[in-house]
Every structure is written in C-alpha cells, then in structure tokens.
T-cell receptor
C-alpha cells in the first residue's frame, strides 16, 4: 500500500489565486514528519515546508501553508497568491521514525503537476 | 557551498555494462539516500544509510548495490545495467533529526540522468 497518496495528477490555477494540493498519508506511527517539495522543470528538488506530527499548529512558510489534519491523515499544501513561477511538480513526503526517536526514511507521493496561468 | 554533489550528471550505458554513481556531501550529515525518479511514479527509495559503514534496502533495491565507506560519500552501483534502470537518480542527505525537530528535510543533489540502451 502506498504511504503517500496524491490524488491530483494535475492542477491549474490562475495567477494571484490560491490553490490547494491534496495529500493523504498512511502510518501507524505516532511520530512522523510531513514535507512538501517543489520540482521545477529544471529538475532540482526544493524543500518548501515541514510539519511534525507533534505540532499542533499548521506550518507556514511565506505563501505556503500546510493544512494538517492528523485524524484524517491529511497534509494538504495551500499556496496563496499563485505566481507563474509556482508552475512545477509538487511532492508530498513523509519521514517515519527510526529507532523511536529520530526521523528516518522519506517516502514520496507521485506528485501533482501545478500549472499557473496568467 | 557545495552541499550534495552527484557525479556523473549524465551517462549512457549498454545493457550489461556496470557503473557507479558517486554522491558526496560536505555537511557532515549522518543519513544518505539514493532515489530514482520515473515519470508518474514520484521518487522511490533504492537504498539508504544511517551512518558510515551501514546500508539498508529501500523500496526498489533489486539490481543495485551501495557502499558508504566514508561518512561523506555514498556510492550507488549497477553491476549489470538493464533498460528498466533508465531513470533519473537523486542522492540526498540529512542530519540526525529528532521527531520533535522543527526541521528534518533532506538535501538533494541535482540528479543524474542514466540511460540504458
């Protein structure tokens, strides 16, 4: 079974609008970390935002926020005021715990291709 | 500020040939990883290492071997390349991060594009 599910292969949003990229995860651990990465057409992996399972508040980084709903096991990425440069592939990922106390392996979803149009 | 460096960036192999991808990090990170990226599949973990001299299998380890003789280097080997191993390979590293850490992201190299004919 997939640990990370991204159900939207592609999303379109108009410039300056907000967009939500969906992500659900599967784990039996109580402790884990959730991440979003951006991959532009140039190919590099860019870290966007992190949410720890212990964090009660949703993470925010500039125009990015993570809508964390622990009971539903969802970690949706919200991008506010979209820009043309936001067009890219977006990956949701989860790090499980290694030996009970540190973050270990990182599992990725299949990604959502976001296109921002003028 | 090099971060994570992968060599080579591009390589074309014939079926049955062998090769080694080198990953080097200068951040003194404990953890290192090798992923492959294929269209529509996201990034899948091949092998990883939680410290010098240790390695472990990931999701798709078959056909690959790894070694981590030095903390800063993580090598990915293909002993007998197959067309199914045509992919983009990413190396990544991360420090030890407790579960209560406010960070814990992986730092990625730029990727290595491998084509097996």
């Amino acid at each position: 079974a997939q640990k990370i599910t991204q159900t939207q292969p592609g999303m379109f949003v108009q410039e300056k609008e907000a967009v939500t990229l969906d992500c659900t995860y599967d784990t039996s651990d109580q402790s884990y970390g959730l991440f979003w990465y951006k991959q532009p057409s140039s190919g590099e992996m860019i870290f966007l935002i992190y949410q720890g399972s212990y964090d009660e508040q949703n993470a925010t980084e500039g125009r990015y926020s993570l809508n964390f709903q622990k009971a539903r096991k969802s970690a949706n990425l919200v991008i506010s005021a979209s820009q043309l440069g936001d067009s890219a592939m977006y990956f949701c990922a989860m790090r499980e715990v290694y030996r009970g106390s540190t973050l270990g392996r990182l599992y990725f979803g299949r990604g959502t291709q976001l296109t921002v149009w003028p | 500020n090099a971060g994570v460096t992968q060599t080579p960036k591009f390589r074309v192999l014939k079926t049955g040939q062998s090769m080694t991808l080198l990953c080097a990090q200068d951040m003194n990170h404990e953890y290192m990883y090798w992923y492959r990226q294929d269209p529509g599949m996201g990034l899948r973990l091949i092998h990883y290492s939680v410290g010098e001299g240790t390695t472990a299998k990931g999701e798709v380890p078959d056909g690959y071997n790894v070694s981590r003789l030095k903390k800063q280097n993580f090598l990915l080997g293909l002993e007998s390349a197959a067309p199914s191993q045509t992919s983009v390979y990413f190396c990544a590293s991360s420090p030890l991060a407790p579960v209560t850490s406010r960070t814990g992201e992986l730092f990625f190299g730029e990727g290595s594009r491998l084509t097996v004919l």
